[in-house]
């Protein structure tokens, strides 16, 4: 564990999103509501416009920790709160990054903080992935 401390950066990666993936999610899903792929709808219940499923938003934010860790553990808990929707613009898509740290060092292995923003604003809480390590 001494080659872990708290606050150390081990990922950081920037997904873009078009509607053409949150098509391709909900075929995947089998979450084909309007509200990620019509604006009309999404107008119509007061959204701001067609929003990334909160799935596919957890899904990739994890996913820079899975790849940092390889096969030196596995992750074995993880937990967040969703704080605000990723709007999908029509033409521009939406940018996510996500940032990961560790947050807490023991003897089962490592807390990893993620830090999940969408134009310039934080849209997962509290996101914790615990890693286990062989």
Do not use: C
């Amino acid at each position: 564990m001494s080659d872990y401390t708290v606050g150390d950066v081990v990922a950081e990666h920037t997904y873009g999103l078009t509607r053409d993936t949150l098509v391709r999610y909900a075929g995947a899903s089998g979450d084909f509501n309007p509200i990620h792929y019509r604006d009309d709808i999404a107008a119509s219940v007061g959204l701001p416009g067609v929003l990334a499923h909160g799935m596919l938003t957890m899904g990739f934010a994890v996913q820079p920790v899975v790849e940092w860790i390889g096969d030196r553990g596995w992750v074995s808990d993880y937990q967040t709160r969703f704080t605000r929707p990723v709007v999908v613009d029509p033409l521009e898509g939406a940018s996510v990054t996500v940032l990961a740290k560790i947050g807490a060092v023991d003897d089962d292995g490592l807390r990893v903080d993620l830090t999940v923003t969408y134009a310039e604003a934080t849209v997962l809480g509290k996101a914790q992935v615990r890693v286990t390590l062989r």
